[in-house]
């Protein structure tokens, strides 16, 4: 049972005992094959994101996928995607800025550390972490 007037990151339910689902990652690798399936088929993508139930069909798949698991459209699939949009935004906010790059070796943004303090302080002004 989770307790709905809490939430971690703003995002997620807060179970009873204070802690949030962890997402291992071959979850997540799953998840991100089933939402690129859901798109190559045609049939669920919209001009301006998914038909409604796509969170109830990546729910049935991750059930397929996974035996046994307690992944559920709501909350756990619809935070995780609110999640990645939120990060993809962040990214892409520091991809925009001169001095900034994406490190493919690594995998990581590189940023000069100029660009870097100016990152922050847009980051700050536009998305502004909830306590």
Request: net charge positive; with cysteine; hydrophobic share 35%.
């Amino acid at each position: 049972m989770e307790n709905a007037d809490s939430n971690c990151l703003g995002l997620q339910k807060v179970r009873k005992n204070g802690g949030c689902r962890s997402w291992k990652p071959n979850e997540e690798a799953i998840l991100m094959e089933h939402l690129k399936e859901l798109v190559a088929s045609g049939s669920w993508k919209t001009e301006n994101g998914f038909r409604l139930g796509y969170l109830q069909k990546l729910e049935e798949k991750m059930r397929l996928s996974i035996p046994g698991t307690d992944i559920r459209a709501f909350p756990h699939i619809n935070s995780k995607i609110l999640i990645w949009k939120k990060h993809h935004g962040c990214i892409q906010l520091a991809l925009g800025e001169t001095g900034c790059g994406f490190n493919t070796s690594n995998k990581i943004l590189d940023c000069s550390d100029p660009a870097w303090a100016k990152v922050l302080k847009i980051y700050i002004l536009h998305f502004k972490p909830t306590n």
